[in-house]
């Protein structure tokens, strides 16, 4: 995956980029906003706008996807944004040819949340059911 657009440089992001603080305070987040999330999730996988619905959470404005949930105005960390698969591959963050990788690290969307951890110049996906009950870590990409 590369890095976000700002900086033009290709990195695989890895688990290590995401300390366990960050993992923390983001898991604290989604908590929060999950609800929310799920519901705007499904808009987008009923509206058939896309079958990978992808949020991005960050601390700094980003040029991608739309924003859902403001941090300010929530008392958050993180904002979060939606985006879709299909524009992280026309913006070059993800290759097309690992689209069968994706979708099987990211299972069913309509119970499982794919977060972009956008963080001080690295990326990772983070894969996060929107249930509590169904939450014990969050799952990375491999």
Do not use: W
Request: a negative charge.
């Amino acid at each position: 995956m590369n890095e976000p657009p700002h900086n033009g440089h290709t990195e695989h992001a890895s688990p290590e980029h995401a300390n366990t603080d960050v993992l923390r305070l983001l898991r604290r987040d989604f908590r929060r906003v999950s609800d929310t999330l799920a519901h705007v999730a499904s808009l987008a996988l009923g509206d058939g706008v896309t079958q990978f619905p992808v949020f991005v959470a960050c601390r700094q404005p980003i040029a991608l996807g739309v924003l859902v949930i403001d941090a300010a105005q929530m008392g958050l960390t993180f904002s979060f944004r939606i985006s879709m698969y299909e524009e992280l591959v026309k913006k070059g963050l993800l290759e097309a040819e690992n689209e069968k990788a994706f979708k099987v690290t990211f299972g069913d969307p309509f119970h499982k949340a794919s977060v972009l951890l956008v963080e001080e110049g690295h990326a990772q996906f983070i894969f996060i059911p929107y249930s509590p009950e169904a939450d014990t870590t969050p799952q990375h990409e491999q």
